[in-house]
């Protein structure tokens, strides 16, 4: 099983979002800083700005949510995804793209993390 952790802002909007949209559950809750969600074969640890994960390192940097590396979750129906999402003010950074694997487009989750959103091409 995979792990991965993000850094977020808010863990109880990132709970919602990851929830609600994109079918994570939750696996473990350590306070109202630290949540672990699951989907299928990945778990991903929701880490606030309170915890140990987002604390300065000795040269002085201090981690915080964004950047461009991201984890692909695979969906159905890419457009209809993105449409709800649209609508409830979700973000992307950018449009959907038809490569020749599928369809994908890259959403922010509400601290800035990106996702990659994947539709399979069905030939």
Do not use: C
Not at 19 to 26: A, I
Not at 59 to 84: I, S, T
Not at 104 to 110: E, F, G, S, T
């Amino acid at each position: 099983m995979a792990t991965i952790r993000y850094l977020v802002h808010d863990v109880a909007a990132s709970e919602r979002f990851y929830t609600h949209y994109l079918g994570f559950v939750v696996h473990e809750r350590w306070g109202p800083a630290f949540l672990m969600l699951a989907k299928d074969d990945l778990k991903l640890w929701i880490s606030g700005p309170e915890t140990s994960a987002a604390k300065p390192m000795p040269d002085g940097r201090v981690p915080v949510p964004g950047g461009w590396n991201r984890f692909v979750v695979a969906v159905k129906n890419l457009d209809q995804l993105v449409h709800d999402m649209r609508a409830a003010g979700m973000t992307f950074r950018n449009e959907v793209l038809d490569g020749p694997g599928g369809k994908q487009i890259l959403a922010d989750d509400p601290s800035g993390n990106p996702i990659e959103l994947f539709e399979a091409r069905v030939d």
